[in-house]
């Protein structure tokens, strides 16, 4: 059983930057893909990207070229990095994590872009 846990989120200004943090209580070697994911009030939630073992990322196209995510496997840790931020990008952030025959969800962070 995989826990995942997220930190970092937080108020910050359009423009701003923040970077999120997803601590595993196991190996994230053993997981074949680690994301992050995110809902917005009354809207689903939504992939904001995707990386795989072999370090393929899938980024949604809203967030290309200003969302970074990189993992730390000394640490069981994934990170998102998030630059240049929008009023949209106000949301509930979620790690996520699958080992190919179950998925792994974090508790989800509060992410609010407000000038």
């Known amino acids: 059983q995989v826990q995942l846990v997220e930190s970092g989120g937080g108020l910050v200004q359009p423009g701003g930057s923040l970077r999120l943090s997803c601590a595993a209580s196991?190996?994230?070697?053993?997981?074949?893909?680690m994301g992050w994911y995110r809902q917005a009030p009354g809207k689903q939630r939504e992939l904001v990207v995707v990386?795989?073992?072999?370090?393929?990322?899938n980024y949604a196209d809203s967030v290309k070229g200003r969302f970074t995510i990189s993992t730390d496997g000394a640490k069981n840790t994934v990170y998102l990095q998030m630059n240049s931020l929008k009023l949209d990008d106000t949301a509930v952030y979620y790690c996520?994590?699958?080992?190919?025959?179950?998925?792994?969800w974090g508790q989800g962070t509060q992410v609010t872009v407000s000038s």
């Open positions: 196991g190996s994230i070697r053993s997981m074949y893909a």
């Open positions: 990386i795989t073992s072999g370090g393929s990322t």
């Open positions: 996520y994590a699958t080992n190919g025959a179950k998925d792994y």
